[in-house]
């Protein structure tokens, strides 16, 4: 079956150090996103891409950057992570064309000390 | 800034008994609609899209949508333990993005 899936799905780092998570994906879609989810703050966007080399900034994007190489990955890297990046992670994706409904992936848990 | 407002929670509803959420967003032109549920440490999981003014029905939800009055909602018939989460409510606001309202939790009591 086709599925979205997320690694490492917990990551302790310490401050300044690079992060890079994992976002695959095998339905062929063309849209992917990028989420955190903290309390008081529901769901907010970080990056999305809406194809190969196309990528684009969301609402808390400072920190973050992404790169789109193929249809099947978007990672997401933190330069130098801080402890204000300590969140849950999680990646979507959605076919684009027909739809526009968004399917996400399981999450990681970053913690950043 | 785009908004997706939802009713404050939390939402504890009787077993049986039908769940009510209630969601308003800012931008009149909005096209699409949906409802996530989520778990307590789950990711989202898409129940519910809606398009077009009125009732969508799927099994014991239903979607209704007012876009003259900027509003969706979600009904859930004969609650069960099972449907105590946090909802989602997100609409497309331009191309492909969804902005996400706060969530409600509901609570179903046995």
């Known amino acids: 079956d086709a599925e979205i899936t997320q690694s490492p799905r917990h990551k302790i780092t310490e401050t300044g150090r690079q992060v890079t998570l994992a976002c695959h994906q095998t339905?062929?879609?063309?849209?992917m996103f990028w989420y955190r989810q903290d309390l008081g703050h529901g769901l907010r966007l970080i990056h999305y891409?809406?194809?190969?080399?196309?990528?684009n900034k969301g609402e808390v994007s400072d920190g973050y950057s992404v790169s789109r190489s193929n249809t099947e990955d978007l990672p997401l890297t933190l330069e130098s992570a801080a402890s204000s990046q300590t969140s849950v992670y999680f990646c979507?994706?959605?076919?684009?064309?027909?739809?526009?409904?968004?399917?996400f992936g399981p999450g990681t848990r970053l913690t950043v000390t | 800034q785009k908004e997706v407002e939802q009713n404050s929670g939390p939402l504890s509803v009787p077993e049986g008994a039908i769940a009510s959420l209630n969601c308003t967003y800012s931008d009149r032109g909005s096209q699409s609609f949906f409802w996530y549920r989520q778990y307590s440490g789950k990711s989202p999981e898409l129940i519910m899209s809606i398009y077009s003014n009125g009732d969508k029905e799927d099994g014991r939800f239903t979607a209704q949508l007012n876009k003259a009055s900027q509003y969706v909602s979600l009904l859930i018939r004969d609650s069960q333990p099972s449907d105590s989460a946090t909802y989602l409510c997100a609409v497309r606001f331009g191309d492909y993005k969804l902005s996400f309202g706060a969530g409600t939790t509901v609570t179903v009591r046995a």
């Open positions: 979507a994706s959605s076919e684009g064309t027909l739809s526009y409904e968004q399917y």
């Open positions: 891409s809406y194809g190969v080399q196309d990528t």
């Open positions: 339905w062929n879609h063309n849209n």
